[in-house]
């Protein structure tokens, strides 16, 4: 059986057909990208309840995109240009917490890496073109700006994709201190923290661009690869004999 990913999705309101309603929803590509890999996509609505049982179904965990966080979460009054989904917050930082706590392996990618360092205690930057001087990081919204990105000899992110690439990225906010447990991996040119990574756990990494978007898929296939173990791993210990005890 392929593994079963989970991608977090949206809440918000959408439109199709003659429809237009409150959806929770995901983009089509990381679905795509999850059955390229070999993986078996799963959309995961933002539900705060019954969160175990909602891991109980998956190997593996896609934090996706979207709106800001409430910077509530990391002690911080909102900027004027931050647009935040407090009901989607907190579902995914219950389900984040539980599914590390599994050491489920994670990809979290963009809003889903600001959120993996939000909960390691870490702040972001509520409006990067006010730090770095331009707008290159999301120059329209609804598309997608490319640029370089630059990673850390060693870590598994580089590991997987290079020490360079060329990235999709749509986002105007980026980590400013980066959360305890967690390394910075990957820059952009400006200095920006693209790319973070938990090097205590098997696979837990967050990139601030899109690689859902792109032609490359080795991420969504490393995280596959982490989840085919994490499977059968799990197979085995409900298989294992319960060890007698003294009375046996």
Known sequence: MKPVIGITSYAQEAAWGAWKQQAALVPLSYVSSVELAGGRPLVVPPVDDAVEETLDALDGLVLS???????????????????????????????????????????????????????????????????????????????????????????RTAATIGQRAVVKSSHHQAPERVGKGLDAVGWAEDGTVEAIEDPRRKFAVGVLWHPEEGEDKRLFEALVEEARGFREARAGRAGAPTRPGRGS
């Open 65 to 155: 995109g979207g709106a800001d966080i409430d910077p509530v979460h990391y002690g911080e009054d909102p900027h004027p240009a931050t647009s935040a989904q407090a009901h989607r917050d907190h579902a995914e930082l219950a389900l984040l917490e539980a599914a590390l706590a599994r050491e489920l392996p994670v990809l979290a990618i963009c809003r889903g890496m600001q959120m993996l360092n939000v909960l390691y205690r870490g702040t972001l930057h509520q409006h990067l073109p006010e730090l770095v001087g331009h707008d290159g990081h999301r120059e329209a919204r609804g598309t997608f700006s490319e640029h370089e990105v630059t990673l850390l000899e060693g870590s």
